[in-house]
């Protein structure tokens, strides 16, 4: 079946823009992830979204960072007045429910120039 | 908070060599564990994962990883490697288990970059 997918691939964007990244999960998955894959600091949680549940947060590195989920699907990252060191690769992962092991998205690309 | 060291950075090796790449991880309660790779151009794919039982997991491609509990390890172990074996590898770990939240996040290694020479 089909697998995660994120929009757009790639993004570039002016320092100071704000940008809108989405996440279509795995159909019937209901727990949703967002992570950010940046050079020298690996893979970093982001926001974490199961169900109707209340997300959890605690990864957003700054306010300007904001998620949601629609209808317990489709999700959007939004970045807010985006900085250079907002680059980078930022990643999408559903699971079946939070006990089950995630799959990820390729990924969008964001460039802040 | 939890966190994840995989002590090799960069791995170059000869096709037909054997691999162990270390991955330790610092929470003591129950947890579980997973080793993701990524190939050249292509996303994060899982390679195998310990919930629970047999310490000694096999995953796909002949990849397979010990949980070790006293030593809080889950190295990956592979006989021998294939060109095709040339990717980054992740170790990730999920807990505690049963806490909502927090709990639910993997927290990654740095990676490991794997080369296989012919």
Redesign the interface.
Known sequence: GAGVSQSPSNKVTEKGKDVELRCDPISGHT?L?W?RQSLGQ????LI?F?GN?AP?K??LPSDRFSAERTGGSVSTLTIQRTQQEDSAVY?C?SSLW??Y???????TRLTVT | AQSVSQHNHHVILSEAASLELGCNYSYGGTVNL?W?VQYPG?????LL?YFSGDPLVKGIKGFEAEFIKSKFSFNLRKPSVQWSDTAEY?C?VKGP?GV???G????????TQLKVEL
């Open positions: 727990a992830y992570y690996g893979l970093e949680f974490y199961q549940s959890d605690s990864g990643l992962a939070d006990s092991e995630q799959y990820f998205g390729p990924g | 997973f993701y292509q996303h994060l794919q899982l994962k992740f990730a288990v909502t939240g927090g639910n996040k993997l927290t990654f290694g740095t990676g």
